[in-house]
């Protein structure tokens, strides 16, 4: 069985999607996503949508923390 790992997208969707263009002309049946899905790239919205959408087995990544934890961040500083 062929496994592909992916991991650091940053939000860049035309990476992945040629990523997973290759891993689908590969036919490789199971993706891991290893994290860092979302930060720094234009499109997070559609990427996070993408890899829901694939249904993936995903861990986080740091960069994924930080996007989470940053609302719950800014309220708690905003109340000290």
């Known amino acids: 069985m062929k496994i592909a790992l992916i991991s650091d997208i940053h939000a860049n969707l035309p990476a992945l999607s040629a ?6 002309r590969r036919k490789i049946g199971v993706i891991w996503n290893l994290g860092d899905s979302v930060g720094y790239g ?10 829901m959408r694939l249904g993936l087995r995903s861990i986080r990544g740091n960069y ?11 309220r708690i500083w905003k109340k000290t």
């Open 42 to 51: 234009p499109f997070p919205r559609e990427t996070l949508a993408l890899l």
């Open 19 to 24: 990523v997973l263009a290759d891993i689908k």
């Open 64 to 74: 994924d923390d930080k996007v989470l934890l940053f609302p719950r961040k800014a």
